[in-house]
């Protein structure tokens, strides 16, 4: 393995690292809602409101980010967006009271929307185009795994310290990153391209670069428009699963465990109720070969796969935590193992168990291929503000499910207890998947003609030199 492969494996390793980060933030803020309320004596729900401000500014600002990288040092713009959040980040677990707490998060919104588009766009240069979808799968997983990272954090370090140190840890590590970034190789514009290939090898660059006015090209595409669409309704359902540690704590708390050991029960059972999200890469595979046989394959697959998340979700929801044995004693290892035993043991866990494991592996098939469809239809250098545009109504649909999800639980909470109430609210915000599937089958026509657009400009730019 010559030197530039492996600086090429290591870039992409730090990306793929990088992607986990916004999504860590995010993770840590719901199992930590009760303690950082009490702390700055402040309603729960205004946390929920700090959480939404957050994602909305990182996918904001993430448009600038991302047109910026189509037009200057990539390397260098992810630097000044990472000291940019690590620093906030840390502000944050030194805030006193609310107005603090609320503009640190801003400020590492800010930051935070480097990663999405920055990263986007220069993998998408460094990925082998017949494995677009596979190996993108590997960036959307560690955006998912690091919510997972964030909650599990934030249960267990917060139980043995206080809702603090888990932000001061995120922030070091941010700083690690950036000596990280000294070393990665960008990749050149456009590198991926079968069509542009001999371009390459000859020693030319392909050096377009964004324009302002391009921004209602790209805005305008259809197949941009049905995967925002498509966006905004899958994250208002993924957007409410941030929830699902609060459904876990009432219902194990309903078992007759304390709080204590139902927050740290909870985090264990949100990653592990997630793991069927390590297919990703498997329907990232499948979407690849789908889409060589049509460029209406990938989006036809997908839907498929988004429409049949939701009733296995709703089921997982229904099914009641009956029998559960933990020591009642606030001990993550021994809670760990109880868990894995009832897992095995308990059929109530083990159903919740295969039926969370399908449902996230249906889930996962979204992302990988979502990613690999932006790529597709849009030029190299429209890549990064594309991604941003779109991943913005990724931003407003999380959001609106993070912070929807309060208004209805309030709502439902008058006619029901727990945990039916979080039962209930969270099976109304499944319903959201309908209208997201529906999208790509939509999408599927106008990407056989985008596709095509992509390739034709690419290959007449390919033999200028």
Partial sequence: ?????????YTIFVFVALAAFDNIIIGLFPPLFSSIAKDLNVNLSALGVVSAVNILVTS??????????????????????????SISVFLTSRCSNYIQLLVFQIFTGIG??????????????YIPHKFRGMLLSL??????FGGIAGALMASLIATAANWRKPFEIVSIIGFFLII????????????????????????YEYNYSIEFNHLYEIASKKSNILLFFQGFFMNITTGSLIWLPTLYISKIQHQGYSSGTATIAAGYLFALFQIGGLTSSFFGYLGDVFQRKSYKG??????????ITM???????????????????????LILISLLKQIVMNPWIAGMFILSFLASASQSANTPNWLALITDVNLPEHRGTAFSVSNLANSLGRTLGNVGIGYVLAIISIYRGEPQNYMITLIIFQLFLIPAAYYYIKMAKSNIKDISDVKSTLRKRGKLA
Avoid: H
């Fill in 1 to 9: 393995m010559n030197i530039t492969n492996i600086k090429m494996i």
């Fill in 60 to 85: 904001l600002s993430s448009i600038y980010w991302g047109y910026l990288a189509g037009k200057f040092n990539r390397k260098r713009l992810i630097i000044i967006g990472t000291i940019f959040w």
């Fill in 112 to 125: 935070l929307g480097c990663i999405a588009s920055i990263g986007f766009s220069v993998l998408t240069d």
């Fill in 139 to 144: 960036w959307g997983m560690s955006q998912g």
């Fill in 180 to 203: 990280l970034y000294f070393f990665i190789k960008e990749p050149t514009l456009g590198e991926s391209e079968p069509e542009l290939q001999e371009l390459i090898k000859e020693g």
């Fill in 298 to 307: 990938r989006a036809l697959l997908t839907s498929f796969f988004v429409f």
């Fill in 311 to 333: 009733p296995f979700y709703i089921a997982m929801f229904i099914i009641p935590m009956n029998n559960l044995a933990l020591p009642n004693n606030n001990n993550p290892s």
